[in-house]
């Protein structure tokens, strides 16, 4: 018996021993199996939405921008007096009582959403109430401060966060960024533990678009286009503005526009970013493309002549008129016939190159294809295949025939104004990584040649002559103070449900660039179904001006002096000569003043003669004010925004700089 107990003691004994070795194995001993195990079953791996970056324009304003929204959420189970809870909540929420109450009456469901994206004060008024089964998620609510500025560009989002249009859809995986893994430790039951919502607070951040638009030339350019559109009673107007030497896109949009933070409840047709998007017959401008195509092929000289037929010439069973029956023109140079926008002119210089190099000539341009511009729904435009009848020819060879779309006519002319390079049109200037911080700056891409140097200086002295002649189309388009280069354009209106085009319809237009000696920025304007007035020189020309008017002086471009005014560089003296103009420009600066802007007399005041020593307190001044405050001092001013002086570089009372520059900026 006695044995018996010791053999039972010793057993036991030896069995506690080895518990005691294995817990003493399993407690002190790493052991990568066990360690999973424990970190599979008390963490687990959640996945971080990126909060989405903001686009902001070329000077880092905000022009869309996320914003912390809150979603509540009901756990029916919990929730007790169902109806009183929905009242509550439809009062609160300005609902129905009803509807809310027909998403939490079934107490078997464990969740359904109530109400997303709330602002702060309904959430907190929601908390305050201290409801058992009522819970918030915060997410991130898109908001676009500035409403309708640039809202055909930006686009907008659908309500699970996906870009729907604009550079929300074309940037939507860049705008989000990159998820972010986070452990967290979870409870018995397997849920996240969430400890003051860190988990929000360490959300990473998408990636910022920085644009190349200008935030005040946007702004400029889209009140001119509503202006234009209700002054003449149009149906639509578009506008861009592009660097010239670039091809960046610095301001765009078209009229009517809309509130982009109301934009599922605003029509398809005014979200529609109709300069990249739509096509249609531009009329005279592409007597330029003409020209241009006819000179690299060594076609035509700007002085070689053609006789105009008097205004009428048979071509088939068709008879080309020029705009208007009064114009008869005989003999006359390619530089006279694009003044004057001569439709007979441009058949017999579209006859002479033949429809091989016309239709070469418009797809090296860039026409009938994508120039690849960085944003969706690019149109291609349409440049027929051959062959071409020969009204057809010279139908295209005035802009009929042929569609293209504002961009594309924007960035042909850009071509000319650098100097014969086209280039890839874009609008995003720069892309920061929200987590790295590392930015990537968009490349200016040359697409191809298209003019040797002199061919674009002799393109941009004739349409100069456009603007300066006395028969020239484009007199309304002119700037006080600075030299304008362009073509007007008036096309009939297709008819988009039939064939033929609409009847009294028209599409006004002016393709052009400022200053033309040396051009920073290239304007293109369009004006569908004017009502009031609808030829290019009167409708659309005006409307380049006071765009091309501010956007000269807020980048503060010198105009020019009137002494200078009258002495145009030799270079360009020659190639006006040669475009048979010289002898017809004016011996004094451009008259025609589009309002309000500042009269040559005016601005010239900014370059005196006698020197001063301090800066003056110009503070709260308007830019008049400003010039004739300075009048005397050899001070030269670049002004920046608008309104009165906000600030002044150097501050008021430092010493004048050595090279007598200084900045205003209007606030």
């Excluded at 030829?535 to 659309?540: E, F, K, L, R």
């Amino acid at each position: 018996m006695k044995s018996r107990i010791v053999f039972i003691f010793v057993g036991i004994l030896a069995l506690w021993s080895m518990l005691v070795m294995r817990a003493a194995y399993l407690q002190f001993l790493p052991n990568d199996r066990l360690n999973a195990l424990q970190n599979r079953q008390f963490q687990t791996k959640v996945t971080l939405q990126a909060r989405r970056g903001a686009i902001v324009d070329r000077n880092g304003r905000d022009l869309a921008m996320s914003a912390t929204a809150y979603s509540l959420y009901a756990d029916p189970k919990l929730l007790e007096n169902r109806k009183a809870v929905a009242k509550k909540l439809g009062k609160i929420l300005g609902q129905n009582p009803d509807a809310v109450y027909a998403k939490i009456k079934d107490g078997s469901k464990r969740f359904v959403w109530i109400q997303r994206m709330l602002e702060q004060d309904k959430a907190d008024e929601i908390k305050a109430m201290d409801l058992r089964g009522l819970s918030f998620v915060e997410e991130w609510r898109r908001v676009y401060p500035n409403e309708t500025l640039l809202a055909q560009t930006l686009g907008f989002m659908g309500s699970e966060g996906q870009g729907l249009e604009g550079l929300e859809l074309g940037y939507n995986q860049a705008l989000l960024g990159n998820q972010k893994k986070v452990m967290v430790k979870r409870d018995a039951r397997g849920r996240p533990l969430i400890n003051d919502g860190l988990m929000f607070t360490e959300n990473p951040d998408g990636n910022e678009l920085r644009l190349t638009v200008d935030a005040d030339l946007q702004y400029s350019l889209e009140s001119e286009l509503q202006s234009v559109v209700s002054t003449f009673e149009a149906d639509h107007a578009v506008a861009v503005v592009l660097d010239a030497k670039t091809s960046a896109i610095l301001a765009m949009s078209s009229a009517p526009s809309y509130d982009v933070n109301k934009a599922m409840s605003t029509a398809a047709n005014y979200r529609r970013n109709k300069v990249i998007t739509d096509s249609f017959e531009p009329g005279s401008t592409m007597k330029t493309i003409l020209i241009a195509s006819a000179l690299r092929d060594g076609v035509v000289q700007p002085n070689t002549k053609f006789f105009c037929e008097n205004g009428s010439f048979r071509v088939g069973d068709k008879i080309i008129k020029e705009a208007e029956a009064k114009e008869k023109f005989g003999d006359m140079t390619v530089g006279e016939i694009l003044a004057v926008s001569s439709n007979i002119g441009s058949t017999k210089i579209a006859f002479k190159m033949g429809q091989e190099r016309l239709r070469q000539g418009l797809l090296d341009f860039g026409f009938g294809q994508k120039i690849g511009v960085d944003f969706p729904g690019e149109a291609r435009g349409m440049v027929q295949a051959l062959p071409w009848r020969p009204h057809l020819l010279s139908n295209i060879s005035f802009g009929h025939g042929v569609s293209a779309t504002p961009l594309q006519m924007a960035n042909a002319y850009a071509a000319i104004a650098n100097g014969g390079v086209l280039n890839t049109p874009f609008i995003v200037q720069s892309v920061r990584d929200g987590d790295t911080g590392e930015v990537t700056e968009t490349k200016v891409k040359p697409i191809r040649r298209v003019l040797t140097t002199e061919q674009a200086a002799q393109m941009r002295a004739m349409l100069l002559g456009v603007t300066t002649l006395p028969i020239g189309s484009g007199k309304n388009a002119r700037v006080d103070g600075f030299m304008v280069a362009g073509k007007t354009g008036t096309a009939q209106k297709v008819n988009p449900n039939g064939r033929g085009y609409i009847r009294g319809a028209y599409v006004s237009s002016f393709a052009g660039f400022i200053p033309a000696n040396d051009p920073k920025f290239v304007i293109y304007v369009a004006v569908d179904s004017p009502r009031k007035a609808y030829y290019g020189a009167t409708v659309a020309a005006p409307l380049f001006a006071r765009i091309a008017s501010y956007a000269v002086r807020k980048e503060g471009i010198a105009p020019l002096m009137l002494g200078d005014a009258r002495t145009v560089n030799p270079n360009t003296k020659r190639a006006i000569a040669a475009a048979s103009a010289a002898k017809q420009i004016k011996a004094e600066a451009p008259r025609v003043a589009p309002k309000p802007v500042l009269t040559a007399q005016e601005l010239d005041q900014a370059t005196v003669v006698k020197t001063g020593e301090t800066i003056p307190n110009l503070m709260n001044m308007t830019t008049r004010e400003v010039l004739r405050r300075i009048n005397g001092q050899d001070l030269k001013v670049k002004f920046v925004g608008q309104g009165v002086v906000g600030e002044v570089i150097p501050g008021v009372g430092s010493a004048v700089p050595e090279d007598k520059n200084i900045t205003v900026i209007l606030k």
